[in-house]
């Protein structure tokens, strides 16, 4: 990724910096140039890939992953916010047991394939907004009162001071939770705003390289 792709820094609001400062966001914006849409079948390329991932995470891999340091260190911090990791599991012990449950990584589409390859590559998860409802950059803050993800509608209010990813007007996401459905990538989808979240013991090159895999992916022509 060159210096004009580089991901961007997300903002964090002041209590969050102050508690947790070595938390951040990073964000690229991507289109989806396959002929493809987001939630259409894969191409094969992108199947063939799942498949070979499928025969790397076998019995001891899927055993072991957790004290890998990548995933270990979101294990460490989801205790730290209060999270247990056996259960709400992390984004690539969720994938690796989805796997053993399934027999292999099966397809799921275009989008949601190239962020689970990414996320098996790295164990950093990667999540995929429809970049035309995000208004402004994405950042890290607590929960208001009463607030709902996205737009509201019949979603249940938030915990108060709960951790979520925000732009300038809304809560988008949980912290690690899938994005609202406003806001997720739907078929006519193809502009699109790539995060992950880098916590304490993840180098940031394993999270620029899991918003790489997925914007080249996506972008191959």
């Given amino acids: 990724m060159n210096a004009a792709e580089e991901p961007l820094l997300g903002w964090l609001a002041a209590e969050v910096e102050q508690e947790l400062p070595e938390l951040a966001l990073l964000s690229t914006d991507a289109r989806i140039a396959r002929e493809e849409a987001a939630t259409e079948l894969s191409p094969p390329d992108i199947r063939a890939r799942l498949r070979a991932l499928s025969d790397r995470f076998r019995g001891a891999r899927a055993v072991s992953i957790r004290r ?24 690539i012990e969720a994938a690796v047991l989805e796997r053993m449950l399934r027999g292999g990584f099966l397809s799921g589409g275009l989008l949601e394939d190239v962020l689970l390859i990414a996320l098996i590559d790295t164990a950093v998860a990667v999540w995929a907004l429809d970049a035309e409802s995000v208004d402004g950059p994405l950042g890290i803050r607590p929960s208001r009162a009463g ?67 997925c914007r080249s992916a996506l972008e191959l022509t």
């Fill in 68 to 91: 890998e340091p990548v995933p270990a260190a979101y294990r460490v911090f989801f205790r730290h916010i209060g999270l247990d990791p056996d259960v709400e599991h992390t984004p």
């Fill in 147 to 213: 607030e709902r993800l996205g737009d509201g509608g019949e979603l249940e209010e938030l915990p108060v001071g709960s951790l979520v990813v925000a732009d300038s007007t809304s809560a988008l996401a949980s912290l690690f939770g899938e994005p609202a459905a406003a806001h997720s990538a739907g078929r006519a989808t193809r502009a699109l705003r790539l995060y992950a979240i880098q916590v304490p013991g993840v180098p940031r090159i394993y999270v620029e390289e899991a918003l790489w895999s």
